[in-house]
Protein backbone atom coordinates (compact mmCIF):
# COMPACT_ATOMS: atom_id res chain seq x y z
CA UNK A 1 0.00 0.00 0.00
CA UNK A 2 1.57 3.19 -0.90
CA UNK A 3 1.79 5.46 1.80
CA UNK A 4 0.64 9.29 1.26
CA UNK A 5 3.07 12.57 2.50
CA UNK A 6 1.86 16.06 2.47
CA UNK A 7 4.48 18.73 1.90
CA UNK A 8 3.58 22.15 3.38
CA UNK A 9 6.28 24.08 2.31
CA UNK A 10 6.62 27.53 0.45
CA UNK A 11 9.43 27.68 -1.00
CA UNK A 12 9.48 26.40 -4.44
CA UNK A 13 12.90 24.61 -4.88
CA UNK A 14 12.72 23.11 -1.51
CA UNK A 15 9.24 22.09 -2.44
CA UNK A 16 10.52 20.61 -5.97
CA UNK A 17 13.35 18.38 -4.28
CA UNK A 18 10.97 16.85 -1.73
CA UNK A 19 8.82 15.84 -3.77
CA UNK A 20 10.90 14.51 -6.36
CA UNK A 21 12.75 12.57 -3.44
CA UNK A 22 9.88 11.42 -1.81
CA UNK A 23 7.95 9.67 -5.50
CA UNK A 24 11.82 8.30 -5.91
CA UNK A 25 11.88 6.65 -2.14
CA UNK A 26 7.97 5.19 -3.60
CA UNK A 27 5.84 7.70 -1.39
CA UNK A 28 2.87 9.51 -2.92
CA UNK A 29 3.10 13.10 -2.40
CA UNK A 30 0.62 16.29 -2.10
CA UNK A 31 2.20 19.88 -2.15
CA UNK A 32 1.37 22.63 -0.39
CA UNK A 33 2.76 26.30 -0.03
CA UNK A 34 -0.17 27.80 2.24
CA UNK A 35 -0.73 26.68 5.61
CA UNK A 36 -4.55 27.20 5.65
CA UNK A 37 -4.57 24.75 2.23
CA UNK A 38 -2.43 22.56 3.74
CA UNK A 39 -4.73 22.22 6.92
CA UNK A 40 -7.67 21.70 4.43
CA UNK A 41 -5.67 19.44 2.30
CA UNK A 42 -4.80 17.11 5.66
CA UNK A 43 -8.56 17.36 6.33
CA UNK A 44 -9.44 16.01 2.83
CA UNK A 45 -6.51 13.48 1.77
CA UNK A 46 -5.87 12.22 5.78
CA UNK A 47 -1.75 11.77 4.33
CA UNK A 48 0.05 8.83 6.14
CA UNK A 49 2.43 11.88 7.23
CA UNK A 50 2.82 15.32 6.79
CA UNK A 51 6.08 17.60 6.40
CA UNK A 52 5.62 20.75 7.69
CA UNK A 53 7.72 24.10 7.28
CA UNK A 54 7.37 26.70 10.08
CA UNK A 55 7.43 30.12 8.36
CA UNK A 56 4.83 29.90 6.04
CA UNK A 57 1.87 32.24 4.28
CA UNK A 58 -1.59 31.61 5.77
CA UNK A 59 -0.98 30.41 9.01
CA UNK A 60 2.62 29.04 10.66
CA UNK A 61 3.65 25.53 11.09
CA UNK A 62 3.13 25.74 14.84
CA UNK A 63 -0.59 26.91 14.29
CA UNK A 64 -0.92 24.74 11.48
CA UNK A 65 0.69 21.55 14.16
CA UNK A 66 -1.83 23.05 16.94
CA UNK A 67 -5.20 23.14 15.15
CA UNK A 68 -4.33 19.75 13.22
CA UNK A 69 -3.61 18.05 16.81
CA UNK A 70 -7.77 18.75 17.37
CA UNK A 71 -8.49 16.52 14.97
CA UNK A 72 -5.77 13.91 14.00
CA UNK A 73 -2.75 12.50 15.05
CA UNK A 74 -1.02 11.72 11.70
CA UNK A 75 2.91 12.14 12.49
CA UNK A 76 3.72 15.91 11.84
CA UNK A 77 7.79 16.38 10.76
CA UNK A 78 8.84 19.75 11.23
CA UNK A 79 11.66 21.75 9.17
CA UNK A 80 12.51 24.40 10.90
CA UNK A 81 14.82 27.39 9.27
CA UNK A 82 16.63 28.02 12.58
CA UNK A 83 18.43 25.67 14.98
CA UNK A 84 16.83 27.86 17.58
CA UNK A 85 16.22 25.75 20.90
CA UNK A 86 12.50 28.25 20.92
CA UNK A 87 11.92 26.47 17.69
CA UNK A 88 12.53 22.81 18.44
CA UNK A 89 10.99 23.01 21.70
CA UNK A 90 7.33 24.92 20.36
CA UNK A 91 7.04 22.16 17.91
CA UNK A 92 7.28 19.49 20.12
CA UNK A 93 4.48 21.27 22.55
CA UNK A 94 2.12 21.61 19.44
CA UNK A 95 2.32 18.25 18.77
CA UNK A 96 5.40 17.96 15.90
CA UNK A 97 6.61 14.22 16.43
CA UNK A 98 9.76 15.07 14.95
CA UNK A 99 11.98 17.65 13.26
CA UNK A 100 14.64 18.23 11.10
CA UNK A 101 16.89 21.93 10.74
CA UNK A 102 17.72 23.16 7.49
CA UNK A 103 19.67 22.63 5.69
CA UNK A 104 19.20 18.69 6.30
CA UNK A 105 20.39 15.94 3.75
CA UNK A 106 17.58 14.16 1.95
CA UNK A 107 18.88 10.31 3.17
CA UNK A 108 18.38 11.98 6.94
CA UNK A 109 15.00 13.15 6.03
CA UNK A 110 14.01 10.00 4.41
CA UNK A 111 15.27 8.11 7.71
CA UNK A 112 13.03 10.00 9.72
CA UNK A 113 10.08 10.08 7.91
CA UNK A 114 10.44 5.93 7.56
CA UNK A 115 11.02 5.66 11.45
CA UNK A 116 8.25 7.80 12.23
CA UNK A 117 5.50 5.79 9.50
CA UNK A 118 7.05 2.48 11.58
CA UNK A 119 6.33 3.79 14.51
CA UNK A 120 2.28 4.80 13.37
CA UNK A 121 1.92 0.91 11.70
CA UNK A 122 3.49 -0.15 14.85
CA UNK A 123 1.13 1.28 17.09
CA UNK A 124 -2.02 0.58 14.68
CA UNK A 125 -0.90 -3.09 14.94
CA UNK A 126 -0.62 -3.09 18.38
CA UNK A 127 -4.18 -1.72 18.56
CA UNK A 128 -5.61 -4.17 16.12
CA UNK A 129 -4.13 -6.92 17.84
CA UNK A 130 -5.80 -6.25 21.46
CA UNK A 131 -8.86 -5.01 20.24
CA UNK A 132 -9.10 -8.49 18.31
CA UNK A 133 -7.87 -10.39 21.60
CA UNK A 134 -11.01 -8.67 23.49
CA UNK A 135 -12.88 -9.88 20.85
CA UNK A 136 -11.76 -12.93 21.35
CA UNK A 137 -11.70 -13.42 24.84
CA UNK A 138 -15.30 -11.59 25.39
CA UNK A 139 -15.94 -11.49 28.90
CA UNK A 140 -17.82 -13.21 32.41
CA UNK A 141 -21.52 -12.06 32.62
CA UNK A 142 -22.82 -12.05 35.62
CA UNK A 143 -26.23 -12.48 36.77
CA UNK A 144 -27.02 -13.08 40.30
CA UNK A 145 -26.27 -16.89 40.53
CA UNK A 146 -26.30 -17.19 36.53
CA UNK A 147 -22.74 -16.87 34.97
CA UNK A 148 -22.41 -16.96 30.95
CA UNK A 149 -18.54 -17.04 30.69
CA UNK A 150 -17.52 -15.96 27.73
CA UNK A 151 -14.12 -17.04 27.99
CA UNK A 152 -14.36 -20.68 28.24
CA UNK A 153 -17.66 -21.15 26.30
CA UNK A 154 -19.37 -22.40 30.05
CA UNK A 155 -22.75 -21.51 31.88
CA UNK A 156 -22.20 -21.76 35.73
CA UNK A 157 -25.56 -22.08 37.78
CA UNK A 158 -24.51 -21.29 41.19
CA UNK A 159 -20.98 -22.31 40.36
CA UNK A 160 -21.65 -25.36 39.13
CA UNK A 161 -21.23 -25.38 34.87
CA UNK A 162 -24.89 -26.34 33.02
CA UNK A 163 -25.24 -28.99 29.64
CA UNK A 164 -25.69 -26.96 27.37
CA UNK A 165 -25.95 -27.58 23.72
CA UNK A 166 -23.93 -25.11 21.26
CA UNK A 167 -26.75 -23.67 20.00
CA UNK A 168 -28.45 -23.25 23.45
CA UNK A 169 -25.17 -21.80 24.54
CA UNK A 170 -25.29 -19.14 21.56
CA UNK A 171 -28.38 -17.77 22.98
CA UNK A 172 -28.21 -17.53 25.94
CA UNK A 173 -24.74 -15.64 25.10
CA UNK A 174 -26.84 -13.35 22.97
CA UNK A 175 -29.56 -12.88 25.86
CA UNK A 176 -26.75 -11.98 27.94
CA UNK A 177 -25.45 -9.45 25.48
CA UNK A 178 -28.37 -7.96 25.08
CA UNK A 179 -30.01 -7.80 28.80
CA UNK A 180 -33.06 -5.71 29.04
CA UNK A 181 -33.67 -5.89 25.38
CA UNK A 182 -36.63 -6.51 23.92
CA UNK A 183 -35.67 -9.21 21.46
CA UNK A 184 -37.83 -10.64 18.50
CA UNK A 185 -37.52 -13.81 16.92
CA UNK A 186 -36.36 -12.29 13.92
CA UNK A 187 -33.42 -10.77 15.63
CA UNK A 188 -32.99 -14.13 17.38
CA UNK A 189 -32.59 -16.05 14.44
CA UNK A 190 -30.48 -13.97 12.49
CA UNK A 191 -27.84 -13.36 15.16
CA UNK A 192 -27.68 -16.88 17.00
CA UNK A 193 -28.71 -19.05 13.68
CA UNK A 194 -27.42 -16.94 10.75
CA UNK A 195 -29.13 -15.19 7.81
CA UNK A 196 -28.85 -18.67 6.01
CA UNK A 197 -30.53 -20.33 8.68
CA UNK A 198 -34.11 -22.68 7.01
CA UNK A 199 -35.76 -22.91 9.68
CA UNK A 200 -38.86 -21.15 11.38
CA UNK A 201 -38.85 -18.74 14.33
CA UNK A 202 -40.64 -21.71 16.57
CA UNK A 203 -36.70 -23.00 16.45
CA UNK A 204 -36.71 -20.27 18.76
CA UNK A 205 -38.96 -21.23 20.96
CA UNK A 206 -37.93 -24.73 21.55
CA UNK A 207 -34.74 -23.58 22.41
CA UNK A 208 -35.71 -21.21 24.96
CA UNK A 209 -37.91 -23.87 26.33
CA UNK A 210 -35.23 -25.80 26.70
CA UNK A 211 -32.77 -23.03 28.58
CA UNK A 212 -36.16 -21.96 31.00
CA UNK A 213 -35.47 -25.84 31.89
CA UNK A 214 -31.97 -25.41 32.82
CA UNK A 215 -31.37 -22.08 34.20
CA UNK A 216 -34.89 -20.76 35.49
CA UNK A 217 -36.02 -21.91 39.03
CA UNK A 218 -39.17 -22.25 37.99
CA UNK A 219 -39.78 -23.10 34.40
CA UNK A 220 -43.54 -22.37 34.61
CA UNK A 221 -43.20 -19.00 35.61
CA UNK A 222 -40.28 -17.33 33.92
CA UNK A 223 -38.62 -14.56 35.49
CA UNK A 224 -34.73 -14.58 33.54
CA UNK A 225 -36.18 -15.30 30.22
CA UNK A 226 -39.35 -13.12 29.87
CA UNK A 227 -41.84 -13.58 26.95
CA UNK A 228 -42.81 -10.62 25.65
CA UNK A 229 -46.43 -10.62 24.07
CA UNK A 230 -46.53 -10.28 20.50
CA UNK A 231 -42.88 -9.76 20.14
CA UNK A 232 -40.36 -11.98 21.23
CA UNK A 233 -38.17 -12.33 24.36
CA UNK A 234 -36.34 -10.38 26.86
CA UNK A 235 -33.55 -11.26 28.92
CA UNK A 236 -34.04 -10.21 32.93
CA UNK A 237 -30.80 -11.51 34.10
CA1 LIG B 1 9.01 28.87 4.61
Excluded at 15 to 22: F, V
Excluded at 43 to 57: A, C, F, G, K, N
Excluded at 82 to 96: C, P
Excluded at 129 to 150: H, K, P, S, T
Amino acid sequence: MTETVLVVEDEPALQETLAYNLRQAGYRVLLCGDGLEGLQLARQETPDLILLDVMLPGIDGFEFCRRLRRESSVPVLMLTARSDEIDRVVGLEVGADDYLTKPFSMRELLARITAQLRRTRLVREELQRLQQAAENEGAVLRFGDLEVDEIRHEVRLRGQPLALKPQEYKLLRFFARHRGQMLSREQILQNVWGWDFLGDSRTVDVHVRWLRRKIEPDPAHPVRIVTVRGGGYRFEG
